[in-house]
């Protein structure tokens, strides 16, 4: 049974296979800085560099919408560390999403996809529901598949890209090498040089302010338990790469809401108890990563905190108080939420330092990269 396979808190330990997956053998250039790991990357879609290429522009691409004006890139926009500022996606007809769209940063690290999907843990695989997923649509192409392959095929400049990346001929140009470089470039989106990595992993003792650096030692203390769920290389506990033996998924209750008193969710949002049917999994979702944190508001997996300082204060509160309307309850009480959801007490200047520890985390180069940009900008 797959509860069977959701420990304690939904986290898993799992091995890393070798058989599935595998390191980059290709001698494609990562151009890590020296202290970060390489991502782990299916065998079966090594890395090229005419393979992310092909990637960046499919993903920004518009004709594979049904309305010709959205893109991957509409939900996911560059200068907002590839998410959208909106509480919800909202796809290509209009239709609004039940949750936020997640940022892409570093998603080459991540072994599980989407809020609350344990199943979803190959970009290749997760690649395909915006593009047919119809529950709700967001590019909305399914059963448009022939059209995609002969506007591609019809592309003089995907034609080439294609035969860069794959190889010459109309079969190489196909929906499973779409999503395989579409899944490439989106490796491609690694942030590594913010402030605090300077600070930390770079010796520059003054990338960040003292405020920072007194938010950092809050952030990492049992007081305020930030570090449990947002810790290690990508400020999350769902983490995979080529120096860990295991790779570890995660999914939490945050107190969010408790809506009869006993734990309930919203009924469209109910966290991998979705895909469980587990009593015990209702509100669970994954911890994103913290990087680039500031530019990614409104925040949680509804988008129903507007800003980092209520972020904080609703785990200072161990959990959110909705007074009134059909999603009132006390998310403090909430019996199913993480142990590490206390509550907490905060000066206001802790609160800046741990505000200024947050923006630390901000990556300048990553949202001004031109090769993470439209090809037609």
Request: net charge negative; proline share 6%.
């Amino acid at each position: 049974m797959l509860s069977c396979l959701l420990a304690i808190g939904f986290k898993r330990v799992l091995a890393v296979e070798s058989v599935s997956s595998e390191l980059v053998s290709s001698g494609y250039q990562w151009n890590l800085p020296d202290w970060a790991p390489k991502p782990i990357v299916p065998a079966d879609n090594p890395m090229s560099q005419a393979k992310v290429e092909l990637g960046r522009h499919l993903f920004y691409e518009q004709r594979l919408s049904i309305t010709g004006d959205h893109s991957c890139g509409s939900c996911h926009l560059q200068s907002l560390a590839f998410t959208d500022g909106k509480p919800v996606g909202i796809g290509a007809t209009g239709e609004q999403h039940p949750r936020n769209s997640m940022s892409l940063t570093n998603i080459a690290y991540n072994p599980v996809l989407t809020w609350a999907n344990p199943l979803m843990t190959q970009l290749e695989q997760q690649a395909l529901v915006p593009l047919f997923g119809e529950h709700p649509v967001e590019l909305g192409m399914v059963g448009k598949e022939n059209e995609i392959l002969t506007m591609l095929r019809n592309d003089p400049q995907y034609r080439s890209l294609f035969a860069s990346a794959f190889g010459e001929g109309d079969a190489n140009i196909n929906l499973n090498h779409l999503m395989k470089a579409i899944a490439a470039f989106e490796r491609t989106l690694i942030s590594f040089n913010s402030p605090y990595d300077r600070y930390r992993y770079g010796g520059e003792a003054n990338a960040i302010s003292e405020s920072a650096k007194r938010g950092e030692a809050l952030f990492h203390s049992e007081r305020l338990e930030c570090f449990h769920c947002h810790g290690g290389l990508n400020f999350s506990d769902s983490i995979m790469h080529e120096r860990l033996a295991f790779q570890e998924i995660a999914f939490h209750n945050t107190g969010l809401y408790n809506i009869d008193g006993k734990g309930a969710y919203p009924p469209n949002n109910t966290g991998i108890y979705e895909i469980t049917h587990e009593p015990t999994d209702m509100g669970r979702f994954k911890a994103p990563t913290l990087r680039n944190i500031a530019l990614t508001a409104p925040y949680m997996h509804d988008g129903s905190i507007a800003t980092l300082e209520e972020a904080i204060d609703h785990y200072k509160a161990g959990g959110r108080t909705i007074e009134s309307g059909r999603y009132a309850g006390i998310g403090s009480e909430n019996p199913l939420k993480s142990h590490f959801i206390s509550g907490f007490e905060l000066t206001e200047q802790e609160k800046q330092d741990l505000l200024a520890f947050l923006h630390s985390l901000t990556d300048e180069t990553f949202i001004h990269n031109p090769a993470f940009g439209d090809p037609q900008d």
